[in-house]
Structure formats: structure tokens, C-alpha cells
């Protein structure tokens, strides 16, 4: 059985800090790049972030530039999301998804990504 699994959210106040992990089991990621992905109600799924198969090339969306940061630990077959300054719009479900191969595009699209968790509930309020 090959499965991402998020784990992470919750809630959190604008300003506030989480951290997502996104762990595989049946497979190794070794050879995936990683994406992490948002959907808020209403809306379309968004890409978030990108990690190349070994950690040395990453890809953000411009509304989180400077406030998330990707990170992957092959060795724990796990990739991680940092997330600070969070405001009440990156409220959504966060996703992450692998892709077969090194790179990851810059366009973030969910249609390059075959293997999906089953998201994490990241809500961002007062």
C-alpha cells in the first residue's frame, strides 16, 4: 500500500507558526520530487511548494515566499512544511503529492503529481 500521510495542522492564530510533515510507507521518496498543495473552500487547488528527489531545488507559490520553507529528510522518508507569519488566507487543506524524478516545475500544477495524502486541516484565525 503506497501512501502520503500529512500531519501538522490545526489551528493557529494569524502570526502563529506550524509545521506539516508529510510522511510516505510502502515506498521510499528517495526518487520523488515532493509537492505541497492548498485547497480553501470554494477554490481550486493551489501549489504551495516544490522539493527536487534530493533537497537541492525548491519552488514556492508568490504568496508564501519568504514565510513557508520546504524540507525534506530522505533518510525519515518524510518532507516538511515550516510555515510562519501565517495569516487567515492560507486557511485551507494542505496536500502533499509526489511526482516521479528529480525536479519539480515551478507552475506547481497538481496534474504533474501521482501519489496524493489525504490532507491536513490548517486553519488560520483569531
Known amino acids: 500500500q503506497l501512501q502520503l500521510v500529512e500531519s501538522g495542522g490545526g489551528l493557529v492564530q494569524p502570526g502563529g507558526s506550524l509545521r506539516l510533515s508529510c510522511a510516505a510507507s510502502?515506498?521510499?521518496?528517495?526518487?520523488?520530487?515532493i509537492g505541497w498543495f492548498r485547497q480553501a473552500p470554494g477554490k481550486e487547488r493551489e501549489g504551495v511548494s516544490c522539493?527536487?528527489?534530493?533537497?537541492?531545488?525548491?519552488n514556492y507559490a508568490d504568496s508564501v515566499k519568504g514565510r513557508f520553507t520546504i524540507s525534506r529528510d530522505n533518510a525519515k522518508n518524510t518532507v516538511y512544511l515550516q510555515m510562519n507569519s501565517l495569516k487567515p488566507e492560507d486557511t485551507a487543506v494542505y496536500y502533499c503529492?509526489?511526482?516521479?524524478?528529480?525536479?519539480?516545475?515551478?507552475?506547481?500544477?497538481?496534474?504533474?503529481?501521482?501519489?496524493w495524502g489525504q490532507g491536513t486541516q490548517v486553519t488560520v484565525s483569531s
Open positions: 503529492a509526489a511526482t516521479a524524478g528529480t525536479y519539480c516545475s515551478g507552475y506547481l500544477s497538481p496534474v504533474e503529481y501521482d501519489y
Open positions: 510502502g515506498f521510499t521518496l528517495d526518487y520523488y520530487a
Open positions: 522539493i527536487s528527489s534530493h533537497g537541492g531545488s525548491t
